[in-house]
């Protein structure tokens, strides 16, 4: 069975950083998109940033400047580690919520448990 596991969140102090990581037990190699996803308590959940097959990134507007998406998926598939990350710097307390990966292949859409993460004022 095909999972996404996210790991990295956590509690942070505005102006802290954090580092999440997606890792997928399928190679990723030839997504559409993965992408992490953001729901703050009472909140619809929203798209933060994405990363498409070719490289190319998408930020919300709350994340440019701020976030970035990154993914090792090298072409030789012995070593990928199948990954995406997001890196999120200079947090603010309005980042809080739970994170969720989100991995788009051709026949597969799936999404990864979520994991939270409380910036504190």
């Known amino acids: 069975q095909v999972q996404l596991v996210e790991s990295g969140g956590g509690l942070v102090q505005a102006g802290g950083s954090l580092r999440l990581s997606c890792a997928a037990s399928?190679?990723?190699?030839?997504?559409?998109?993965m992408g992490w996803y953001r729901q703050a308590p009472g909140k619809e959940r929203e798209l933060v940033a994405i990363i498409t097959s070719a490289g190319s990134t998408s930020y919300a507007e709350s994340a440019k400047g701020r976030f970035t998406i990154s993914r090792d998926n090298a072409k030789n598939r012995d070593n990928a580690k199948n990954t995406v990350y997001l890196q999120m710097n200079s947090l603010k307390p309005e980042d809080t919520g739970v994170y969720y990966c989100?991995?788009?292949?051709?026949?597969?859409?799936?999404w990864g448990q979520g994991t939270q993460v409380t910036v504190s004022s």
């Open positions: 399928k190679s990723i190699f030839s997504i559409n998109h």
């Open positions: 989100n991995a788009n292949w051709p026949t597969l859409d799936l």
